[in-house]
């Protein structure tokens, strides 16, 4: 059975010399990966972690690997895909949504919600060092567990003050507050260690220290 969706890119590895598997989150699937015989002629661009894809899946009963092809942009995200900045908060978006949302999972919602992340992501001018904690605590919230100061307290180190402002402030506000990039990581790995109780999952997020030199 085939059919025409919008997928993000989560990643991809390498399957053979002729085929990747790409894991994507879709509002129809949920987290599902697609076997992509790729060429010559294939643009890895189109696989950057978070582009926002249209497919065409073939489905297939009698096997948990579908296929897809037909791979076209859906957003050009110059925004995203000019700053390097910008472009290591997508890798630690997407590595948290691998590594959080399990294979076959299908949040309600959580696809629509991550379109707008990214699109906001990528229309910000400025003023984006405190996006992927922002992102932290609204993916919390889209899971189905909104973050509180008294929830989210016996997880937290000394930036605990910190965090009840992120979850406190506006979203256009709390993008503002000064940090150091060593306590904006040490803040995100205290919500880690909330989202890894919450969810029953060991998340280990390389790219966080990637984003600790640039912030």
Known sequence: MKSVVRLIILNHTRFGENSIVVHT??????RRSFLVRIGKKTGMSLFLPL??????????????????HGFSSCYPLAGIRGSVAKNAITMFVSEVLYRVVKDGAAEEGL??????????LDALESDYSNFHICFLLEFA?????????????????EHFPDIQKFISLPFSEALLLPLTGAAR???????????E????SAIRVRSLAVLRELF
Do not use: M
């Open 51 to 68: 582009n926002i894809v249209e497919a065409t899946v073939v489905s297939n009963p009698k096997s948990d690997l579908w296929t897809a």
């Open 25 to 30: 989150l879709s509002r129809e699937y949920g």
């Open 141 to 157: 919230a889209a899971l189905g567990f909104r973050p509180t100061g008294e929830d989210i307290a016996p997880f937290c180190g």
């Open 111 to 120: 696809f629509d919600w991550c379109c707008s992340q990214i699109l906001t």
């Open 185 to 195: 990581t040490e803040i995100c790995e205290d919500i880690i260690r909330y989202l």
């Open 197 to 200: 109780h919450h969810t029953d």
